[in-house]
């Protein structure tokens, strides 16, 4: 059996004990007031922050550069190791791989024995269309400024920070080409390899 509402003991009505200090009267709160928008005034509606565009991390190509680009990775296995002449046998002149033409009037080489290292020549070029493009094909462009990125196309051409560019001001260039959506080609931080 319940007892009834009016013999419940209540936090108000409950004794207080002789060490209990009184509690304070709560002050009621007042009601914030909101000004009135007026009749002819619409609702504004919230701004948007601005969308950034992410750089693409691949470059719109035609069907023929595409080819050509296949066609160039196909080539570059198949092209051979230019030696230099008399590289094995002398460390100093094999250790970093530099190309000379050889000239000697009784060389070998010049007269391609089947037994020497073979000659750079110009059927081992690549397409003239594809030709200094990245393996993933954008059109590299060196940039020391700010106004060098705004100018760069984003869907053909990616940038490259000059090595003269210190900390400080290529932050400043990656972030401005982040908000353009230029793809950095030697970003500080790599998320990502260039393939």
Known sequence: M???????????????????APAAPKKPRAAAKKPAPAADEAPKPKAKP?????????PTLSSEVARLLAARRMQDQRRPRFTRQASYRYWRIGRDESWRKPRGLQSKQR?????????????FRSPRQVRGRTP???????????PQISAIDPVHEAAIISRTVGTLKRLVLEEAARKRGVHVLNPITKETRET
């Open 2 to 20: 319940t007892a009834p509402e009016d013999d419940a003991v209540t936090p108000e009505s409950a004794p207080a004990t002789p060490d209990a």
């Open 50 to 58: 601005a969308k950034e565009v992410p750089p693409p991390k691949r």
């Open 111 to 123: 007269r391609h024995y089947g037994y020497r290292s073979t000659i750079v020549s110009i059927g």
């Open 136 to 146: 993933s094909g954008f059109r590299p462009i060196l940039v020391e400024t700010v």
